[in-house]
């Protein structure tokens, strides 16, 4: 069974920093592009950051470019997005999604408060 | 950059059939293909749309996908409503590297 977790969430102050994680199960996990997508409280999907099989090519959001880096380790079947200096309007769930958006994780909430 | 505009909702009744527009704001919606995603209160979302019109395994015949240059814009359509369908609805395409969202519609179905 296909399977992504997202873990790595939790209560941060602005400014802070915060490491999130996604495992991933039961396919190829270095033969597929993966994407972090973000959901606020209340609001719609915002694509986040999306990374290639290799990891050759990666790409940002305008929100989130220059504070958020995107990374995968292949021989974990991991997927990870470190983010730096959050701001409120960064508090969301945060979810891992496969290739072109076929498989998702469950989420894991980000929240932002001082 | 272009936008992916939804309706905000729409509502019907057990059994018939609802459409949801997705339209494009500049470009071809034709350019790029369009994904459309369930989201059921509190749950992550489900892929029940890819490539314009292709339905993933386990997704019934009930949801179908369209798109239609002439108003530059992607149908989701739900036949035969069930209670169970009722939930927000994301559009979805690619913008060079990046994914844009539409807005969501939620659909209730009383």
């Known amino acids: 069974e296909v399977q992504l977790v997202e873990s790595g969430g939790g209560l941060v102050k602005p400014g802070g920093s915060l490491r999130l994680s996604c495992a991933a199960s039961?396919?190829?996990?270095?033969?597929?592009?993966m994407n972090w997508v973000r959901q606020a409280p209340g609001k719609g999907l915002e694509w986040v950051s999306s990374?290639?099989?290799?990891?050759?090519?990666?790409y940002y959001a305008d929100s989130v470019k220059g504070r958020f880096t995107i990374s995968r380790d292949n021989a974990k079947n991991s997927l990870y997005l470190q983010m730096n200096s959050l701001r409120a309007e960064d508090t969301a769930v945060y979810y891992c999604?496969?290739?072109?958006?076929?498989?998702w994780g469950q989420g894991t909430l980000v929240t932002v408060s001082s | 950059n272009f936008m992916l505009t939804q309706p905000h909702s729409v509502s019907e009744s057990p059994g018939k059939t609802v459409t949801i527009s997705c339209t494009r704001s500049s470009g071809s919606i034709a350019s790029n293909y369009v994904q459309w995603y369930q989201q059921r209160p509190g749950s992550a979302p489900t892929t029940v749309i890819y490539?314009?019109?292709?339905?993933p395994s386990g997704v019934p015949d009930r949801f179908s996908g369209s798109i239609d240059s002439s108003s530059n814009s992607a149908s989701l359509t739900i036949s035969g409503l069930k209670t169970e369908d009722e939930a927000d609805y994301y559009c979805q395409s690619y913008d060079s590297s990046s994914w844009v969202f539409g807005g969501g519609t939620k659909l209730t179905v009383l």
């Open positions: 999604a496969r290739g072109r958006g076929e498989t």
């Open positions: 990374i290639s099989s290799s990891s050759s090519y990666i």
């Open positions: 039961g396919f190829t996990f270095s033969s597929y592009s």
């Open positions: 490539e314009d019109n292709q339905r």
